[in-house]
């Protein structure tokens, strides 16, 4: 069990929040500043939301005797990453009035919008929830939003697998009804029992937790990075179960080697129906009970589970569940994608893969892309369908409705736009980072797109321009573009300077490593020049350059 | 008894003696009687007191008094900074002294009917805005001019305060003097209009005031063409100018603000001020203009002018001197008649003028310059504390900014100060504000500063930390935006932790579709605000005088009325005592 003794700062508040209220009511009518109190900002997680302020300010305001740019980014919990057109025209509008006005599509298939002003908060989460979506449990100590191959052509039975984000998603959301006391102005409760918790009690996870599903072979969802995976299992179009993976997560901290990024390991078997959500549950609730709450650094369920064993674990899931896990069944991941373009499903619908560079929606001088969004949507005729490369499908179109959306995607340039985007940038990832993640050591979304115009030269001058070479930057060691699990990685040490990750595999099932420490671009520069060139040179045919590189053994000793 | 002539001798005596005097001599003629001795014969031999050597009689030997005819005399003042009280409330102490039976009295607590009764009456007051009286004596100077009173009995003398600096010099004082003429009362002396620098003539004037009653000279026929006008012509100004220099200069919006308020911090060793008080400056004319005027008219800019026993060359006369940006109404009068030409009577800026309605010749631009006033004064509260802040001055200036079709322009001064770089210098003056002061560092005091109102409080409130005053403090500060013009939002943040601010609200009038300001910000406050008034606060208001300061009092007076279950007159009348015990301030324009 948990050491109760020295818990961390972040377990008090959490167990004196009242439900995850805290002084959050009172705080958003402090007319003195636009942040909230620090415990609040810790419980607000819960609630879909971040206390952020605008870092590129920091300095000037301070002179002007202002405040730091205090704002809320918030989160939306959307399981599977899925909206309807009025859904999303709706997320445009919440976007243009509330926050700065771009639609951030995340690395978990959700939404992020920034500079939610405090007095905007409120005007926000309500006019989300007109349209039936909310932020219960985006962030915080809580299940997150589940993802799930998002592609219908990947299989017939997609939508059938798909509709386990959600219901996975619902089965784990806390009991407590602050959200819509505080956000959505409900009465308070009276009869507190209604809030009764079980799973989560009053003191909810150590740490965050992490659900996500995959439909081999295809593993754009990077299911092993979660803090349970599962694989679904079909067989001749049959969905059987899935395979359990635990123990994903890819934090860690610069210089502290008790932290890691770690892929989740598959330690079973369970069939698709209740049995399955029991496991689920009582795997959360190993996690509650034996997860490190004194360092928040080690609590991850990946930790738990290495300090435990995978025995152990399999064994306490089949005491507390009332059956064990049985073997894991087979399946094989050969590719990692988001299949770009046009394609068809099984039942003749079609879907447009757009690439949006970084996940970040809006207009710009060279591209209308949040304008021509919002006129798709606005035909009622394409769902969408966030992918959890940041990517996004219009999706579910009719034949009939193709060369309408079709259209509008020639009028707008985004034909031409996807097309023309290279393999690698197509296969690339980029973290928020500045100027909002309070927690970013370097750029990383507003600075690898020119870094990439760069490194497309190098590949072009070794005529390897088509190579899908998976390239991943995070601002920081936290992982939030997935950067381990990339075949190329840079993970930020400090301004301008980057740690080169080499070494790990296309499909996702090997991690990288440390090749080179904090570079500046120079010297990334050289050094892949260098690496591509041998690549060119020596590799085997149709060999990946994450392979190639292992083979080479491009990684520090 | 005594024959006639030894009789005129000792009334002639008694009359010319004071109080002192008389005792004493009665005294020595005593003496003279016991010891039965011609007393003249030896003088020292009874050792009389030295009386001329008793205060009264030192200072003012030339001040016999009529111990005939004993005065009743009132003494009413109008007062914006406190200027006038002060001197009133001297010249008060010294006639009681005399044993003139004195009445002093506040201009705006002036009852109007006794005006008719009155005998000798003297009025002090200062001249505010653009020659206009101080609001604090409104009401009084336009009863007398609706001239429906008549004051025949009266023999009345005014002291005009002013300030060279300004067009209009004193007057407010000469309108009152000559309408108090108007309707029927008598000068007991002639008008005085005193500089800034007013203490001595001031000094002098009453003195004058004493001898006359106790000998009234005949009316002086010669309306307000005072016995001052040689002194001010001699001394320009006895303003002490003081040079500063610009150590920092911020503008506290944020970026995306429609505003600019600039927060000025300004080395200035050695300057004497109290929170309250604020800064004058004379802005100089935009180099552009004057060069343009110049070239338009021809003008020698090296020509030399007489300006005030001064001589300037024309250049520097128009730049430094000479309003030239924008005219009031009665100058441009003066233009259409040396131009002969009609002109509509609006403010407009000379090089418009001149462009519009051209001069004949250089001879008579000449003559144009004659009729120009000077550059009258500007006003920034100073938002430092000495306590806080010592050696240094800061402001908090808005950058005006207005439009004349589609045009963007700025206020000459505020812009000049808003263009100011770290190390340049500025020349200043203290304008002291007696009248808005801390009151006793226990007392509670609410301030109510929206925009640049902030400035005297931002002052207030370092100077009450730097003392540890004892006393509670609420802000009521508001402004457009909260995230681009909450100015100085920091300092105010660390003022709350630290417990010297007790409360602030705020009010940002656009953050949301219904506009907010202050004083419906004190609406939600009514019940504590009214329990801290009744608890012996203080209230001080800044910053526009419309429509801020006006909506701000109706709140009040509602606040009162709702709070203290009172009619609108007793709200008033509520009021008015704060206003009276100096409880309830304001620094408005
Ligand atoms: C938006 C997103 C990156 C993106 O560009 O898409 C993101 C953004 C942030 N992540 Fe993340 N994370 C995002 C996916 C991830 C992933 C990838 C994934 O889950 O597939 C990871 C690595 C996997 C994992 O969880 O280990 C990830 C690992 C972290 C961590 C490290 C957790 C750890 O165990 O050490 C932190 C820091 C923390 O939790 O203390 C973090 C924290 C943050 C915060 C909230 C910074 C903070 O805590 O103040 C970032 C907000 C930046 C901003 O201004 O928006 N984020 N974060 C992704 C949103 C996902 C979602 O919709 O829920
Ligand atoms: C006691 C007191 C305290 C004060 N404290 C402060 C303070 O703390 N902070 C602060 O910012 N201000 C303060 N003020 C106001 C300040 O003194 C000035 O009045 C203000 O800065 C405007 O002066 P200016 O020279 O910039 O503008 P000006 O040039 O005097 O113009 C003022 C207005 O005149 C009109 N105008 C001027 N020129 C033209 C033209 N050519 N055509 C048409 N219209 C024109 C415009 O409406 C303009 O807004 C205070 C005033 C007083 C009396
Ligand atoms: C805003 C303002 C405007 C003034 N306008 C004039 C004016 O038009 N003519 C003048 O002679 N003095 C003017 N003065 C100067 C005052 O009359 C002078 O400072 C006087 O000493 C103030 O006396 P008080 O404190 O009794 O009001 C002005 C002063 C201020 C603060
Ligand atoms: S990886 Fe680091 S920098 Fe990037 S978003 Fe996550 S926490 Fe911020």
Known sequence: ?557 | MLTTPKMTLMQELIAGSSREELIWLSGYLAGVVAQGAPAYANPAAAHPAPVLSTPAAATHPAAPEATATPVKVTIAYGTETGNAKKLATDFAARAKKKGIQTKLVGLEQYRLNDLAKEEYFLTVISTQGDGEPPAAAKKFYDHIHRGEVKVEKMKFGVLALGDTAYPLFCKAGEDVDQQLHNIGGQRLLELQKCDTDYETEAGHWFDRVLQQLHSPARETTAPGVTTAQPFVAARPTGKKIYTGTILTNVNLNDRGSGKQTHHLEIAAEGVEYAPGDSLGIVPENPAIVVEAILALTGADASRPFPHRQEEWPLAQLLARKLNIVYLPERVVKKYAAVVKQDIPETKIGLLDLLKIYPVKDVAQFHAVVGILEPIAPRLYSISSSPEAHPGEIHLTVARDTFHINEETKYGLCSDGLSQLRQGQTIEFYIHHNSQFRLPAPDADIIMIGPGTGIAPFRSFLAERDARGAAGRNWLFFGDRHFTTDFLYQTEIQDWVKTGVLTRINTAFSRDQVRKVYVQHKMENQSADLFRWLESGAHLYVCGAKEPMSVDVEHTLLDIIRKEGSKTAAQAEHYLEELRETGRYTKDVY
């Open chain 1, 1 to 557: 069990m948990n050491d109760t003794k020295n818990l961390s700062s972040t377990e008090r508040i959490k167990q004196k929040s009242d439900g995850l209220r805290g002084t959050l009511a009172e705080g958003l009518l402090d007319e003195l500043t636009g942040a909230i109190s620090e415990d609040d900002q810790a419980l607000v997680k819960f609630h879909g939301m971040y206390l952020q302020d605008d870092r590129d300010r920091r300095e000037e305001r301070a002179e002007k005797k202002l405040e730091r740019l205090f704002a809320f980014m918030i989160r939306l919990r959307i399981p599977g990453g899925f909206l309807t057109p009025e859904q999303y025209i709706a997320l445009h509008h919440v976007a243009g009035e509330h926050s700065t006005g771009t639609i951030k599509i995340t690395t978990r298939q959700t939404i992020q919008l920034h500079g939610i002003l405090k007095s905007h908060a409120r005007p926000t989460i309500k006019a989300f929830n007109a349209v039936k979506l909310d932020s219960i449990s985006a962030c915080g100590d809580v299940n997150r939003n589940v993802t799930c191959a998002a592609h219908p052509a990947q299989s017939p039975i997609h939508a059938q697998v798909h509709s386990y984000a959600a219901r996975i998603s619902q089965m784990l959301l806390p009991k407590t009804k602050a959200y819509y006391e505080i956000w959505l102005d409900q009465e308070k409760l009276t009869d507190k029992s209604e809030e009764e918790d079980p799973l989560y009690e009053d003191r909810y996870l150590p740490r965050k937790f992490k659900i996500g599903i995959a439909i081999p072979p295809n593993n754009e969802v990077d299911v092993l990075t979660n803090d349970l995976g599962l694989i679904a299992i079909i067989e001749n179009d049959v969905l059987q179960g899935f395979n359990v993976a635990i123990g994903g997560g890819l934090g860690a901290t610069h210089g502290n080697s008790d932290t890691y990024p770690r892929l989740a390991s598959v330690i079973g078997y369970v069939p698709a129906d209740d049995r399955l959500f029991k496991a689920i549950y009582t795997i959360v609730t190993i996690q509650r009970d034996y997860g490190n709450r004194s360092d928040r650094k080690l609590a991850r369920l990946k930790y738990t589970l290495d300090k435990y064993g995978a025995d152990w674990f399999r064994e306490e899931i089949a005491q507390r569940a009332g059956f064990p896990l049985e073997p894991a069944r087979p399946y094989v991941f050969n590719e990692r994608v988001d299949y770009f373009g046009w394609q068809q499903n099984h039942q003749g619908l079609w879907y447009y893969t757009l690439f949006i560079e970084s996940g970040r929606v809006c207009d710009s001088e060279k591209l209308a892309l949040k304008t021509a969004l919002l006129e798709i949507a606005q035909t009622g005729k394409a769902n969408f369908r966030f992918t959890t490369n940041q990517g996004l499908i219009l999706a579910d179109i009719k034949k009939k409705d193709k060369a309408t959306i079709n259209g509008i995607l020639e009028k707008y340039h985004l034909l031409a736009h996807t097309e023309n985007a290279s393999a690698i940038r197509k296969n690339s990832i980029a973290c928020v980072a500045l100027p909002t993640c309070g927690l970013a050591l370097a750029e990383s979304q507003r600075y690898l797109p020119t870094l990439l115009t760069q490194i497309e030269k190098l590949l072009t001058a070794h005529d390897l321009d088509k190579e899908a070479i998976i390239l991943r930057m995070t601002g920081c060691p936290n992982g939030c573009g997935r950067p381990y699990a990339a075949e190329i990685g840079f993970v930020g040490t400090g301004p301008g300077r980057y740690n080169l990750h080499l070494c790990g595999d296309h499909e996702g099932t090997r991690l990288n490593r440390i090749y080179k420490e904090s570079l500046d671009e120079a010297t990334i520069l050289k050094e892949l020049d260098v690496l591509f060139w041998l690549y060119k040179k020596e590799r085997i045919t149709g060999e990946r350059f994450g392979d190639f590189a292992l083979r080479q053994k491009w990684y520090k000793a």
